[in-house]
């Protein structure tokens, strides 16, 4: 269990050097791209389990119901004002923050109708799951690029940078606050909902264990009692 104290993204021989790199190297850009899709599958299989909607979901429902919003427009509100948050943190977006946007949401869109769409409580729960570690490790693979994060996992790194506190805690709090308020203020609140804001956090943490583990070392290696170190 040792994934669930890394404190940091690890840098192995195909990171970014910075995440403003446009030019970055093919296997880069792959293993990025690729990640994303593992991203966007996972979101989707929750989509499709049908189990409860994501903790961010629930909080842009309840932003929603407060100033009569629609979903989407909500959705995006709360994505602007996360990003407005990257300031203080000085989290860096990067072409990785770009394709974010764009290839999860594809991912979504063409894979969603392939899905299945279970009937069965246990199957919504074990389909829920599924798509929790596919987000995980998804995650790891793409943050791993360091061409920039999503705006929800820019929030999760910077966080983790000034607190010094494991990924995994620093996500599960992020996600256990946005349901909270989000059911606060008048999101649904489902079995799917609670299993991601518990389980993302660890699954994030994992992948990113994951994927250090089968990749070679780059200047810097993971950290699970600090942020990063060099290599011996």
Known sequence: MKFFSVKAVPTV????????????????????CFGLIVFGIGEASLIAAGAGVSPWTVFAQGIGAVTGLSIGWATFAVSVGVLVLWV??????GLGTLLNAVIISAAIELSLPYLPQPELFAIKVMQSAVGILMVGLGSGLYLMAHLGPGPRDGLMTGLQDVSNLPIAWVRTGLEVTAVFFGWLLGGTVGLGTLMFALGIGPAVALGISAVHGVSRPGSETVAT???????P
């Open 13 to 32: 021989s195909w990171s970014s050097e910075h995440p403003l790199n446009f030019q970055p190297e093919f296997k880069t850009l792959l293993i990025l």
């Open 88 to 93: 203080p943190l000085k989290q860096i977006p």
């Open 225 to 231: 009692d600090g942020a990063t170190e060099g290599d």
